[in-house]
C-alpha cells in the first residue's frame, strides 16, 4: 500500500497538541486534500484520472461520518496519508504542468513523497 507520511513538523505538531485538537486538525486536514483534489477534478473532462481519484477518495467520507466511534487519530492520519499517496501519483503522471502545479500546491505542505509501506488497512479507510 502507497502512504505519504506526513512531514516532521506535522507529526511533531500533532504530538504536542491536546487529543481533541489532534483530532479537529486531522479532520481539517484531511477535508482539505479531499476538497482540493475535487476543485482540480471539477475542471477536468470525465474520465480523467484526477476526476476518477476525487470520486474515489470522497467515498471516505461517508465511512467517517457513519462510523464516528471508529474514528481515531491513527485512522485520521492513515486516511491522510493514503490520500497523499494518491495525490503524489496523480502528480507523477501528470501531464498538464498547471494541474501538477496545483496538486503539488496542495499535498507538498502536507506530506513527504509516497512510499510502499506494509500496513493492516482500516476497514473505513476504503469504504
Do not use: K, Y
Request: with cysteine; net charge neutral.
Amino acid at each position: 500500500m502507497l502512504r505519504s507520511p506526513l512531514l516532521p513538523a506535522i507529526s511533531e505538531g500533532l504530538a504536542a497538541m491536546p487529543p481533541a485538537d489532534r483530532l479537529t486538525i486531522m479532520v481539517r486536514l484531511v477535508s482539505a486534500m479531499i476538497v482540493g483534489v475535487a476543485l482540480c477534478a471539477a475542471r477536468q473532462p470525465p474520465g480523467h484520472p484526477v476526476r476518477l481519484c476525487s470520486q474515489d477518495i470522497t467515498r471516505a467520507i461517508p465511512g467517517l461520518e457513519t462510523r464516528p466511534g471508529d474514528c481515531h487519530i491513527e485512522h485520521l492520519v492513515q486516511l491522510a496519508e493514503e490520500i497523499g499517496a494518491r495525490i503524489w501519483r496523480l502528480i507523477a503522471f501528470q501531464s498538464d504542468p498547471s494541474l501538477r502545479s496545483d496538486l503539488s500546491a496542495l499535498v507538498s505542505p502536507l506530506c513527504r513523497p509516497a512510499e510502499l509501506v506494509q500496513v493492516n488497512p482500516v476497514p473505513f479507510a476504503h469504504a
